[in-house]
């Protein structure tokens, strides 16, 4: 149990010092890729391919802009709350409490939390380029609908989460029945 709680803190400081910090320091550099921004060219190259959405996020007006950057960061503040509560996990399992009806209500969120960001990131394009469209002349509107391969892994990454916690809900029933026996 006492190597439960190690890896417990061991995978909190990771979290709070290299998995936050990044998370900013991307949307950050986003931003800038947004604007057009010269020093965001070796962020914007570490992308896959450019989408034309970041073609035509750069000719529309700041409001735009700032509106993409929002859309943009919903992914990234899914996984902030997703992260927050997965550092209350880990505060309950250096207290040893690893089948617990508590744990088992975190997992829960943490999972619709995941679905909502996993749903959201299918629908991004498709968003995206309805609010790019608000801001283009007409004749220059388009709708966009595009899925990924990655879409399709975060879905499936959800569907593993779901039956972790199906899972963690057995243990905590067996426990509890264990409980009880004397």
């Not at 950057?69 to 209350?88: D, N, P, Q, R």
């Not at 997992?107 to 991004?124: D, P, R």
Request: glycine fraction near 2%.
């Amino acid at each position: 149990m006492n190597k439960i709680s190690n890896i417990a803190v061991w995978i909190q400081r990771c979290a709070l010092f290299v998995v936050v910090p990044l998370i900013i320091i991307m949307r950050l550099l986003s931003w800038g890729k947004i604007n057009a921004n010269e020093f965001c060219l070796a962020y914007y190259q570490m992308q896959a391919a450019p989408a034309i959405l970041d073609h035509d996020i750069v000719t529309v007006p700041f409001l735009g802009k700032a509106l993409f950057f929002i859309l943009e960061s919903v992914s990234a503040v899914c996984l902030l709350f997703a992260l927050w509560y997965f550092l209350k996990i880990l505060e309950l399992y250096k207290k040893n409490q690893f089948f617990t009806q508590e744990v088992i209500n975190i997992v829960k969120k943490i999972n619709m939390i995941m679905l909502i960001w996993a749903l959201y990131q299918v629908f991004f394009d498709t968003i995206a380029s309805l609010m790019i469209s608000l801001f283009k002349s007409a004749g220059n509107r388009y709708i966009m609908a595009s899925i990924d391969f990655n879409d399709i892994i975060h879905l499936f990454i959800v569907l593993i989460l779901f039956m972790a916690v199906h899972l963690i809900q057995e243990a905590h029933k067996i426990k509890s029945e264990q409980d009880l026996v004397v």
